[in-house]
């Protein structure tokens, strides 16, 4: 006979109360008179079930970033920039969640990479009164949502450790509203407060942490507008490991006379796949979603965008890079030095293949399908007497079928010309090799420098990466490769549910 599975399970009530019963709705119509549920209207519209039995990490804070409109600025399928739980995987590996679920530290991890304001706290390092009063702020406004992480064996459900965003609270009853993620298996419910608390202050035994609740609100601007780390490539965890840790440890042992050669230094051990871990964030759309005119949304992302590698450019330590890199001995050949016309074509199409594949829906390359770009023509769109906007129109080839892709790209240079493939004109510079160095240099923690031994050199490198004179667009972009730096570093070294907080630097 065939498993027939499961279709939900009945709440135990109580110590439960469900939301759609008559007891549950006169609960709610009393929270919503006394002005504690403001937070319900926005997690309701953007409530979704998790996909997998041990995605309810990843479904509950999907859920809150799209309720708190943060833009993970990459596309999910065709056109739209939308969280999804495929998409939270920087800190831990989706097929690893699907088959043990994920901890508490880990998805404190995946709020801060999606860019998120987050406040992190573990029963043992808080208090039900605490707990108390962040369930009222989070319940009387729409800008900050709580999710819960608590063992299910207390409010006698099954199941063990789960999460899930509390969508309003009660204060007279002294109830929070659980908005389920396993919608499967349970409905919406009341619990009494006191007795949630109990539920997380229970010890998850794969990490030997107490569970807890986190604080999730949009930070004041949408991080990593141009530069990004990514550790979809294996090698990630090696290249953090070089920057973090063995970086100080070979400025220390050198005898150091300039600029450049500390820049010889950091970069003739560079990993190999370094162009792997930090990127350069391209906007790409189909060609029927715009025809030859850019939204203004678009026109808005890509001027912000050349202004933060203008930014970059102006610094005084990208002159030097730029130098080090043109040079003859530079070790960093596998760096474009400069973004000139000649690389912008080759750039395009793999990124004009990658954007189609996404766009359709399509994660992974198989054999069956394979995305060739046929051919790319540069062009500058203007409209309306603004700025010129480089655009790369790309035609991709999948078997018998042809998609028009463009890409937008930020480009530091009012000198604009069009050209197809093939031809050598002049474009203007793009996000390079000379560039993406120093953001990343400028993101390594100021006590990378410190081992250097000649006083004035080191007093001129701390000059030079230091973010307090940069202009706020380009300080916010260093210091979100700086928070993702850290993270990352805490995920190599299995310490994500150790420290909770955001890495606080300046």
């Known amino acids: 006979m065939d498993n027939a599975g499961f279709y939900k399970r009945s709440l135990p009530c109580p110590p439960a109360i469900e939301y759609a019963s008559p007891e549950g709705k006169q609960i709610f119509v009393e929270a919503i008179h006394s002005g504690t549920m403001e937070n319900f209207y926005r997690l309701i519209s953007y409530f979704q079930t998790q996909s997998e039995p041990a995605y309810c990490g990843l479904a509950s804070l999907s859920m809150v970033l799209n309720a708190l409109a943060i833009d993970p600025g990459r596309k999910w399928k065709g056109p739209w920039r939308w969280f999804d739980e495929s998409m939270l995987d920087c800190c831990e590996p989706l097929e690893k969640v699907k088959a043990r679920g994920i901890t508490f530290?880990?998805?404190?991890?995946?709020?801060?990479?999606?860019?998120?304001?987050?406040e992190a706290f573990r029963t043992n390092q808080s208090t039900i009164n605490d707990f108390r009063r962040?369930?009222?702020?989070c319940s009387t406004s729409d800008d900050c949502h709580v999710i819960s992480s608590y063992n299910r064996a207390i409010f006698k459900q099954t199941g063990t450790g789960h999460?899930?965003?509390?969508g309003g609270y009660h204060a007279g009853k002294d109830m929070a509203l659980i908005l389920d993620v396993a919608r499967f298996k349970y409905p919406p419910h009341w619990v009494p407060l006191k007795l949630l608390w109990e539920a997380m202050d229970d010890v998850d035994e794969t990490t030997g942490q107490h569970r807890g609740f986190m604080l999730i609100s949009r930070p004041h601007r949408e991080p990593g507008l141009l530069y990004t780390l990514s550790c979809k490539h294996e090698s990630w965890v090696g290249i953090a490991k070089y920057l973090m840790d063995d970086v100080p440890l070979l400025l220390k042992s050198e005898d150091m006379k300039d600029i450049q050669k500390v820049l010889s230094v950091v970069c003739t051990s560079?990993?190999?796949n370094f162009e792997e871990f930090i990127k350069w964030v391209a906007e790409v759309r189909i060609r029927e979603d715009g025809g030859q005119s850019l939204s203004s949304e678009e026109k808005a992302r890509v001027v912000i965008k050349e202004e933060v590698l203008k930014q970059v450019q102006n610094t005084g330590l990208f002159q030097h890079v730029a130098a080090f890199l043109s040079s003859a001995n530079s070790c960093c050949k596998n760096l474009t030095a400069s973004g000139d016309g000649e690389n912008l074509p080759k750039i395009a199409a793999s990124v004009c293949c990658q954007g189609a594949q996404i766009l359709a829906g399509k994660f992974g390359f198989s054999e069956s399908e394979c995305y060739c770009c046929r051919e790319t023509c540069v062009k500058c769109l203007q409209a309306n007497g603004d700025k010129p906007i480089?655009?790369?129109?790309?035609?991709?080839?999948?078997?018998?079928?042809?998609?028009?892709v463009d890409m937008l790209v930020p480009s530091s240079q009012t000198t604009h010309?069009?050209?197809?493939t093939g031809s050598r004109n002049y474009i203007g510079m793009h996000p390079a090799g000379n560039d993406v160095l120093t953001a990343l240099l400028l993101a390594l923690p100021p006590e990378t420098w410190s081992g250097i031994k000649e006083e004035k050199l080191l007093q001129e490198i701390l000059s030079l990466?230091?973010?307090e004179k940069l202009p706020i667009l380009l300080q916010e972009e260093v210091l979100h490769l700086r928070r993702q730096l850290h993270l990352l570093k805490r995920c190599q070294e299995n310490k994500v549910d150790e420290v909770l907080g955001a890495p606080l630097f300046s």
Not at 163 to 166: L, T
Not at 390 to 404: A, H, L, P, R, S
């Open 105 to 118: 530290g880990k998805v404190v991890c995946l709020a801060h990479c999606a860019g998120a304001k987050v």
């Open 134 to 137: 962040y369930v009222m702020k």
């Open 163 to 166: 999460f899930s965003p509390i």
């Open 270 to 272: 560079l990993p190999s």
């Open 390 to 404: 480089t655009v790369v129109c790309g035609t991709v080839v999948n078997g018998n079928t042809e998609q028009g």
């Open 417 to 420: 010309s069009c050209c197809c």
């Open 465 to 467: 990466v230091s973010t």
